[in-house]
């Protein structure tokens, strides 16, 4: 197979500033390339002008063009899965997947098994895709891509809600895949630990440009990320004399005939960061919405001593606010101006003054985009969109669902940063659930572990 290129190749929406600038870059057919770069530079536009998405549903090609060879067929995993199920179980999607791809009824079956099993979801087939966790979806996600067989396999941010474990075994199908079937593999990706085995070509796309790292730079960079994800997080356990905010009586969470949490006794210290970890699928952001009175439970929950049940749900959410897994669930209007005016209308964080807002959206790189629609943005800027939101409405008690997935480290950086700054002018309490934790080693203060249908504090 001929290698695919981008040739002096310039791209930009119909509104604002281009996207890509001068674009040239030849990708070697049957390697494994990995593109990494600030969130927002355009990496997800690159795929999708390789998978023919683009100028095809959006923008237009203002210089250049970009060569794929004859005959060549691309699979595309989104970097929010969500949006590209159409029907109710794994299997049904994997069948309908198929179908399209006029794969013949009697290979089916074994298409979809084997594609099931690369993507470790085979236990899942058959339950509704709705019900699973962020990470299941992500998973599932990849094996609707991988029955298609592409020769070109596209990879956007396909680690985002995935946990360490099966991170590592699909980094290691994704190997075995490349080896025997000879698939060219692209993937974007700001975690860049575990790649080492795949030895990919790493990009960085920067200034509107893309360039390629030698061999020895990229080694450099896979190893610093295996550093910084192998180091610990330091925790300590709370002591019975801190306040609590939150306090857990006999809580136990169910999902349909599913036990997620036996009755839990503990508390959720005021003030303090609390970090919750677990395996996909275990219950951490079913946890989360119980919290937040979306989802049902057995037992108590009390806020500041107060059964939540029996405060009324304007002033409960005034207090308790929840930043969902999935950025579009967040978003009430279109544009990210009307976002804005919105949590200005309706927060009362003092921290945020005109100028202060202006400042914070200058250093999370939104400002200028008034008049963009939210759902256009990157999924790093969607991120930082909502956990400006959510800070701006000055609750005491956030719940933070993956909030980091797509953030490059500048941009952690500098979100951790606004949060500590607001913090001094008014108090906050945050619960996080979050598989990406290097960055985050000084913001939290105590560590919740979920696992095995129980709830516990962890020492490090």
Known sequence: MKEFSFNHLSFSFTTGEPVLTDLTASFAPRAVHLLTG????????ILKLIAGLLPKYGGQITAGNLTVPEGSRSGMLFQDPVMQFALDTPRHELEFTLENCQVPRGQMKGQIA????????????????????????????????????PTILLLDEPFANVDSANRQLILNQLAQLNRKNKTTIIITDHECFGYQELHPQVWQLRDHHL???????????????????????????PSKDEQAIVDFTDLTIRQGDS?????????????????????????KSTLL??????????????????????????????????IFQHANDQFLNVTVGEELALSRQHGHNPFFTRA??????????????EDQVVYSLSGGQKKKLQLLLMLMM???????????????????????QLIRESRQVLPLTIVVVSHQLSGIEDFVDYHLVMQNQQLSYQRN
């Open 38 to 45: 600030p969130s927002g530079s355009g990496k997800s536009t």
């Open 114 to 149: 084997t594609a099931l099993s690369f993507a470790r979801v085979t236990p899942l087939a058959d339950r509704k895709i709705t019900t699973l966790s962020g990470g299941q979806q992500q998973r599932v996600a990849l094996a609707a891509v991988v029955a298609m067989k």
């Open 211 to 237: 360039h390629a790292l030698t061999p020895k730079e990229g080694n450099e960079l896979l190893r610093h990320a295996d550093q910084q994800e192998a180091a610990p997080i330091r925790v300590t356990m």
């Open 259 to 283: 036990v997620l949490l036996t009755p839990t006794n503990l508390h959720l210290v005021k003030n303090k960061t609390t970090l919750l970890t677990g395996a996909n699928g275990v219950g």
């Open 289 to 322: 919405k119980a919290l937040a009175r979306l989802l049902p439970y057995d037992g108590q929950i009390n806020f500041q001593g107060t059964d939540i049940q029996k405060i009324s749900p304007g002033k409960y959410f005034r207090d308790v606010g929840l």
């Open 356 to 369: 202060r807002l202006q400042q914070a959206l200058s250093d999370l790189q939104l400002n200028g985009r």
């Open 394 to 416: 000055g609750q005491q008690l956030l719940l933070l669902d993956e909030p980091f997935t797509g953030l490059d480290s500048q941009s952690l950086a500098t979100i951790l």
